[in-house]
């Protein structure tokens, strides 16, 4: 739908569309698009229910605690083990880091950019359209965070843009077979609704280094 489509539906102007948007903290229309796309495709991810106030709380948090448990124990069963070390080792000699996410990914990247920034490991977050010039340099390094893949759905020109980039990249997401050309890790699941769990495990296995 376009901002004009917006702005008839909702018997309103262009501009006043454009100031709202720019309210939410989105720099264009584009930005606002995308991230609505986002949060329709982890819908699943917002709206599943894993309690209920009508069983037992002890027993429903005694499951979920032990189906993380044994997700756990298969991804780092599974994990290739000298894939993420390579990871680590890049992340401690970078002078600096790039994240890129959408969404939920988004908020892990602010969360690698406060952990990384208090070991004084400058990091910045890029814009979400990929728009911006980084200038990046010798030593730098940029993450791509995509928990199940989506960003490959939704933006695949950001992705070929990125692709484009003269800087050491990698691609993390718990999605498999992943048509990517850079570094690339993969973090195996047993269930997709446990995926932000395990990925959010695994960034701070990373980030303790």
């Excluded at 986002?38 to 894993?50: A, F, G, P, V």
């Excluded at 080792?89 to 908020?107: E, L, M, P, Q």
Aim: contains cysteine; aromatic residues 12%; proline residues 0%.
């Amino acid at each position: 739908m376009s901002i004009d489509a917006i702005a008839l539906s909702c018997h309103t102007s262009k501009s006043q569309i454009s100031k709202y948007v720019k309210s939410l903290d989105y720099e264009t229309m584009k930005d606002f698009k995308d991230a609505c796309l986002d949060n329709i495709s982890s819908m699943e991810r917002t709206n599943k229910t894993l309690f209920s106030l009508q069983n037992s709380i002890e027993k429903q948090f005694s499951s979920f605690t032990n189906h993380i448990i044994d997700e756990l124990h298969y991804t780092m069963n599974q994990i290739d083990e000298i894939n993420l070390l390579k990871l680590v080792n890049d992340i401690k000699k970078s002078k600096r880091i790039f994240v890129y996410g959408h969404g939920h990914a988004r908020t892990l990247c602010t969360y690698i950019q406060n952990e990384l920034s208090a070991k004084q490991k400058e990091t910045i977050i890029c814009d979400v359209d990929f728009e911006k010039e980084y200038n990046f340099q010798d030593g730098d390094l940029l993450l791509l965070i995509s928990i199940n893949g989506n960003t490959f759905y939704f933006d695949k020109r950001v992705v070929h843009h990125i692709l484009k980039c003269s800087v050491n990249t990698w691609l993390i997401s718990c999605k498999d077979n992943i048509n990517f050309s850079k570094n690339y890790l993969y973090i195996p699941t047993l269930n997709d609704k446990y995926n932000d769990y395990l990925l959010r495990h695994i960034l701070d296995f990373i980030l303790m280094y």
